[in-house]
């Protein structure tokens, strides 16, 4: 029988690791977003991967289909995630090294709009597109339960890989990605 210490310390590792999973919610008729034209304004094709929509963390509307055409990285977060924190540098990083190239597009879920403000300031991201998530609505559209998360999308908005990558698994994705 586990001791009762082990017991408390377990959750706990869990929740500063960054590895707790994010609570189960259903998806419901009517919280996904609304169907969109099938083409964006220079006439690219808008696969259903990128038929979702937003609000960024700064509150503007933020419409998905202007990803269509060019490959994207999803990062789904999590402001209280260790793992993600220790990513930001990365996503920084490959967001200035593939400018115009690839879009990343960070997916926050699981915090306040103001514990985002402060990661996203406190690591450097802030070059990255944010959206809050708070429903995980979009989390829930790419079948994503915890974080950290990237979901990778070609140009033609297929989904060529989802899942957790180190920055050396990352950074090989991206060479394959861009080429």
């Avoid at 408390?8 to 919610?25: I, S």
């Avoid at 033609?156 to 920055?167: E, N």
């Amino acid at each position: 029988m586990p001791s009762r210490r082990g017991l408390l310390t377990f959750p706990l590792a869990l929740a500063v690791a960054g590895c707790a999973a994010a609570p189960a919610r259903p998806v419901t008729a009517g919280s996904a977003a609304p169907a969109r034209p099938a083409t964006t304004g220079s006439a690219a094709p808008v696969p259903e991967t990128l038929r979702f929509s937003g609000t960024t963390l700064d509150g503007a509307p933020y419409d998905a289909a202007q990803l269509a055409g060019k490959p994207a990285v999803l990062w789904f977060w999590a402001p209280w995630c260790a793992t993600c924190a220790s990513e930001a540098q990365s996503v920084a990083d490959f967001q200035e090294e593939y400018a115009g190239r690839l879009t990343f597009l960070g997916v926050a879920g699981m915090g306040t709009t103001k514990a985002m403000h402060q990661f996203v300031a406190d690591l450097g991201v802030g070059a990255v597109t944010h959206l809050n998530d708070p429903d995980l609505t979009i989390w829930a559209k790419f079948g994503i339960a915890q974080q950290s998360v990237y979901v990778l999308l070609d140009a033609a908005g297929a989904i060529v890989k989802r899942g957790y990558l180190d920055d050396l698994q990352l950074t090989g994705e991206l060479t394959k990605l861009v080429s």
